[in-house]
C-alpha cells in the first residue's frame, strides 16, 4: 500500500471511532509521526492534505523541517520526544507544540526562550502512567502540582496531558488514568494513542493521536 493510500486508511479508523464514541466528526487531530523519515517522504503526506506532524529530536527536525513549512503554510509541528533544556531555544524557534514538557529544569527554559523569541507555544505535560523508569514523563501523583506550577509561578498555559502507555499493558487503564487526571487538572486536550491503539484512544478521550508506521511504514 503506497503512503498517501495508508493515510487515507488510517483517516478511515478515525472516523469509524469517533463514530463508535459517539464524538463529532474530526474532532481528533491526527498526528503524523515523521522521525527517520526524510523530506521527500513527508512532501507525499503533505500532498494528501496531512498538515500536522510530530518528532522525536530537534536535530534531526532541523534539517528537514524550516524547508518543508516555508514550502507549505499551514502546518503545525509537535515535539513527541524528550527535550533537554540545552535544545530548548531550538526547539522554541521551531516547533508550534511541545508534548513533552515533565520537568520544573525544561519547563522554565521554555518559559524563558518564548518570552525571549517573543513566541508562545501550545504545551503538554508529559506523565508516565506506567511509572516505567527508562521512560520520560512525571508520575500521576505529581501531575496536578506540577501543571499548578507550571502556571502559576512560570505563567505558561498548560493546553494537555501526554502519556505513552508501557508497551507490554493493556493501554486503557493508562488512557482512562490520564483523562482522570485532565479533568482533575482543568485541561482540555489529550494527546494519547499511537499506530497500534489510536482507536482504543479515541473511546478514551484523546482529541489528538499520534501515529507513525501505520501511515509512514516500517523505520
Request: aromatic residues 6%.
Amino acid at each position: 500500500m503506497e503512503l498517501q493510500e495508508r493515510l487515507k486508511e488510517v483517516w478511515s479508523k478515525i472516523d469509524a471511532a469517533e463514530r463508535d464514541a459517539g464524538r463529532p466528526a474530526r474532532s481528533v487531530q491526527l498526528v503524523a509521526v515523521s522521525k527517520t523519515f526524510d523530506a521527500d517522504t513527508i512532501r507525499l503526506a503533505i500532498e494528501a492534505g496531512q498538515r500536522t506532524f510530530g518528532e522525536n529530536r530537534v536535530q534531526e527536525s532541523q534539517g528537514k523541517w524550516p524547508e518543508l513549512k516555508a514550502e507549505t503554510p499551514g502546518i503545525e509541528l509537535h515535539l513527541i520526544g524528550p527535550l533537554q533544556s540545552n535544545k530548548a531555544a531550538e526547539a522554541v524557534a521551531l516547533f508550534d507544540v511541545i508534548e513533552t514538557i515533565d520537568r520544573e529544569k525544561i519547563a522554565r527554559a521554555i518559559a524563558e526562550e518564548m518570552k525571549r523569541q517573543g513566541k508562545v507555544l501550545r504545551l503538554y505535560v508529559q506523565v508516565n502512567t506506567g511509572l516505567e523508569p527508562q521512560k520520560a514523563g512525571i508520575a500521576p501523583s505529581d501531575t496536578a502540582d506540577f501543571v499548578n506550577f507550571c502556571r502559576g509561578e512560570l505563567g505558561l498555559t498548560i493546553e494537555g496531558l501526554m502519556c505513552i502507555p508501557p508497551a507490554d499493558e493493556n493501554p486503557g487503564p493508562h488512557f482512562a488514568l490520564l483523562a482522570k487526571l485532565a479533568e482533575k487538572c482543568g485541561v482540555k486536550k489529550l494527546s494519547m494513542g499511537m499506530s497500534g491503539d489510536y482507536e482504543i484512544a479515541i473511546a478514551f478521550g484523546a482529541t489528538s493521536v499520534r501515529v507513525g508506521s501505520a501511515i509512514f511504514g516500517a523505520r
